[in-house]
């Protein structure tokens, strides 16, 4: 499993890691990162603007953005995407619907068909993993489920709703994220963004 940090050689990065010694086979089967987000390059601000901005006018557009990214992943991976029975997000705060939550329901005729919100949160985004904050509010045992957020930071918040997927008898969660947010610029031994290949077709 990769959330594409460089690692020097190990397996994983070490918060990765950390939530691997600590809940195993709990967490998301795999995790498919479209691409780095060094800060303040171009995708981070993105990221952050599609939903932080005061412009209603930047938001829009930014999230048009990141719709055309993720429906030219999708396209691309469509045999990928069609391992899943649902296509679901990370909810964020109390009270917000996540951008996404139209992207996918509604904009993207992919992930239409088979997108649900299949989770409700008691907290704000964290950088620990909190699984009993995340709430199951659609049957999904025996279900292989895509679980998308848009930006990984610690991976703490999508791993926390797989790991709530799972107790909920999911029988495969596979997270996508967007951006892989790095507090550094990307280094030279970074994997390089391609478009036609994905961590799932890797390993078929
Ligand atoms: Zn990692
Ligand atoms: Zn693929």
Redesign the pocket.
């Known amino acids: 499993m990769t959330c594409r940090r460089p690692t020097d050689g190990f397996a994983r990065c070490w918060q990765c890691n950390r939530h691997h010694r600590e809940f195993g086979a709990e967490l998301a089967d795999d995790v498919?990162s479209i691409s780095l987000a060094p800060k303040e390059k171009q995708l981070a601000r993105v990221l952050s603007q599609y939903k932080n901005s005061q412009s209603e006018h930047v938001k829009r557009k930014f999230t048009n953005e990141l719709a055309c990214v993720l429906a030219a992943f999708l396209a691309?991976?469509h045999?990928?995407?069609n391992e899943f029975d649902v296509v679901t997000v990370v909810p964020s705060s109390q009270g917000r619907t996540p951008p996404l939550v139209d992207v996918l329901g509604r904009r993207i005729s992919l992930t239409r068909g088979r997108f649900a919100e299949t989770l409700v949160t008691r907290s704000s985004n964290t950088r620990e993993m909190r699984p009993d904050h995340y709430e199951v509010i659609v049957d999904v045992r025996g279900k292989s489920v895509l679980l998308i957020d848009d930006t990984w930071t610690t991976g703490a918040s999508l791993q926390s709703a797989a790991v709530a997927l799972n107790r909920a008898g999911a029988a495969r969660v596979v997270g996508l994220v967007i951006g892989r947010h790095l507090d550094e610029p990307a280094p030279a031994t970074a994997i390089p963004f391609e478009w036609t290949?994905?961590?799932?077709?890797?390993q078929?």
């Open positions: 498919v691309q991976h045999p990928c995407l290949v994905c961590s799932l077709c890797q078929g």
